[in-house]
């Protein structure tokens, strides 16, 4: 099975900050790569696919980047409305499997 | 608008049984992959099971597999999840997600663009 690891687990920004999350997979799995954002009692909602794509509507702070195994998703400019945990996701092949997450709180 | 609905969820006994659905709206359910993931309280996304569009590849994440069935009915436009044999780790809220399919010149990418709001199950005495 494809392990997935994220770092940090935490990160505390203030609103303006350039956020960076990592996420590492087990082994290569291409851009089979996916970025969930979730907020508390809420379903996650997909930013990113195929490691880079942005998701239709998904404002253009939100970028991700990498191939292989490592993988980076970027926010340029925090917002108050991306305070949030997130959730790598590999599809390269079954069992699917999420990060831990990366809960990004407030400074 | 689509809209994935989940029920079935509620408190359930170690050792016990349940079925949960999920009713989709709003888009060809027949032309979707679906899959199932659940959330323990306070912890992350664990995927459980995927389903193409007609049942004939179903994959299981190893903690469930021989316990859960996933199963489709495309003329009632419903995902179905059947539970058995029933652990307190399995405590968690269960969402359906849609399979979203990208294609390009390098090939095949996928993600679960729909998710619905969820039904916790409770295993507990």
């Known amino acids: 099975d494809i392990q997935m690891t994220q770092s940090p687990s935490t990160l505390s920004a203030s609103v303006g900050d350039r956020v960076t999350i990592s996420c590492r997979a087990s082994q290569g799995i291409r851009a089979w790569l996916a970025w969930y954002q979730q907020k508390p009692g809420k379903p996650p909602k997909v930013l990113i696919y195929k490691a880079s794509t942005l998701e239709s509507g998904v404002p253009s702070r939100f970028s991700g980047s990498g191939s292989g195994t490592e993988f980076t998703l970027t926010i340029s400019s925090l917002q108050p409305d991306d305070f949030a945990t997130y959730y790598c996701h590999q599809y390269s092949g079954f069992p699917f499997t999420f990060g831990p997450g990366t809960k990004v709180d407030i400074k | 608008e689509v809209q994935l609905v989940e029920s079935g969820g509620g408190l359930v006994q170690p050792g016990g049984s349940l079925t949960l659905s999920c009713a989709a709206s709003g888009f060809t359910f027949s032309s979707y992959e679906m899959n199932w993931v659940r959330q323990a309280p306070g912890k992350g996304l664990e995927w459980i099971s995927f389903i193409t569009t007609t049942g004939d590849t179903i994959s299981y994440a190893d903690s469930v597999k021989g316990r859960f069935t996933i199963s489709r009915d495309n003329a009632k436009n419903s995902l179905y999840l059947q539970m058995n044999s029933l652990r307190a780790e399995d405590t968690a809220v269960y969402y359906c997600?849609?399979?979203?399919?990208?294609?390009?010149?390098?090939?095949?990418?996928?993600?679960?663009?729909?998710w619905g709001q969820g039904t916790l199950v409770t295993v507990s005495s």
């Open positions: 997600a849609r399979d979203r399919t990208h294609y390009d010149s390098s090939g095949y990418y996928y993600d679960f663009d729909y």
